[in-house]
């Protein structure tokens, strides 16, 4: 089975601070995704990745950046964390666009 | 008109019961459809593709009708533990999208 591994399950961060949230796979997955999901609006997409050192902005990008500098780590940066960001973070990751996805655990991210 | 819709519920229904969701999405493009199963604190799990020509696994049901844009899912014979958020997921062909996720119908199967 694929494993999708996120670093924390429970973070809590200053506005203002930088945050990394991290996000590993272990099956050699081109793509990788984030998402946030929040009551009343589902999951939505930040960002994506369909290769080593590319990115995509997805449907909601302002406020985060992401790095892929390997193939099986993805990382979303939250550069000044502000308090609508408080939200439950998913990774994501398949083996093509257009299949399942294989999610992680999450982490739930809380800007005090 | 939503890229996908879905009723919310919740959908509370006794052990036993056929519980039947849909949902619309607005693309007639779109190609590829499931339905994922997400547990209450829990990630999304893949529950089912949905093919054009209908398909079963257990007790559990996928169709698509692309003429009303709609896809539909059945579950017989409810089960306690079938309780949890169903979420439609459409494949966007066009723009930087990959899969879109539906909001998500609430099932609660009661003893």
């Known amino acids: 089975d694929v494993k999708v591994t996120q670093s924390s399950r429970y973070l809590v961060k200053r506005t203002g601070e930088k945050v990394f949230l991290e996000c590993v796979q272990d099956?050699?997955?081109?793509?990788m995704f984030w998402y946030r999901q929040d009551p009343g609006l589902g999951l939505r997409l930040i960002y994506f990745?369909?290769?080593?050192?590319?990115?995509e902005k997805g449907d909601i990008p302002e406020g985060y950046s992401v790095s892929r500098e390997k193939k099986e780590r993805f990382s979303l940066i939250l550069e000044s964390a502000s308090t609508n960001q408080t939200s439950m973070y998913l990774c994501?990751?398949?083996?093509?666009?257009?299949?399942?996805?294989?999610f992680g655990s999450g982490t739930r991210l809380t800007v005090v | 008109r939503k890229e996908v819709e879905q009723d919310p519920g919740p959908f509370n229904v006794p052990e036993g019961a056929t519980v039947a969701f849909n949902c619309t999405y607005s693309?007639?493009?779109?190609?590829?459809f499931f339905w994922y199963r997400q547990d209450c604190r829990k990630e999304p799990k893949l529950l089912m593709s949905?093919?054009?020509s209908g398909n079963e696994d257990g007790r559990f049901t996928a169709q698509l009708n692309r003429a009303s844009q709609y896809i539909s899912l059945l579950i017989r014979d409810s089960k306690l533990s079938d309780s949890a958020t169903y979420l439609c997921?459409?494949?966007?062909?066009?723009?930087?999208?990959?899969?879109?996720f539906g909001k998500g119908t609430r099932l609660s199967v009661i003893a």
């Open positions: 099956m050699d997955h081109e793509n």
């Open positions: 693309n007639s493009a779109s190609q590829s």
């Open positions: 949905v093919y054009s």
């Open positions: 990745s369909y290769d080593v050192k590319m990115k």
């Open positions: 997921v459409v494949l966007r062909i066009s723009g930087n999208t990959p899969l879109v």
């Open positions: 994501a990751s398949s083996l093509s666009l257009n299949y399942g996805y294989t």
